[in-house]
């Protein structure tokens, strides 16, 4: 059985940071790439915010390129997701996702539901 399980989320503050986690199992790490999405209260599910893989390629969307760093952790199979300078905006539930065969540069184009994983979420709140 295949499982993402997202962890980390919590209440910051503005100007603070968190560290998510995407601990992956039951799928061939070295196959998949990773990808980080968020869904803010009331809205759509955002574009992929980052991508990464076992090679260690990583891509950022516009919107967190220089505040956030994704990164993975081969041994444990596990994904990381770094946030710096958090802003409230930045609330949301936080999802990781795996898409089969995919570099992380084509992921980035490819939407949240066509993802063959994901977990089910943590939450982030950014208060100001």
């Known amino acids: 059985e295949v499982q993402l399980v997202e962890s980390g989320g919590g209440l910051v503050q503005a100007g603070g940071s968190l560290r998510l986690s995407c601990a992956t199992s039951g799928l061939t790490f070295d196959d998949y790439a990773i990808g980080w999405f968020r869904q803010a209260p009331g809205k759509e599910r955002e574009g992929v915010l980052c991508?990464?893989?076992?090679?260690?390629?990583?891509y950022y969307a516009d919107s967190v390129k220089g505040r956030f760093a994704c990164s993975s952790d081969n041994a444990k199979k596990t994904v990381y997701l770094q946030m710096n300078s958090l802003k409230p905006e930045d609330t949301a539930v936080y999802y990781c996702a795996a898409v089969w065969a995919l570099t992380p540069a084509q992921a980035m184009g490819v939407p949240g539901n066509k993802y063959d994983w994901r977990g089910q979420g943590t939450q982030v709140t950014v208060s100001s």
């Open positions: 991508t990464t893989n076992s090679a260690g390629s990583t």
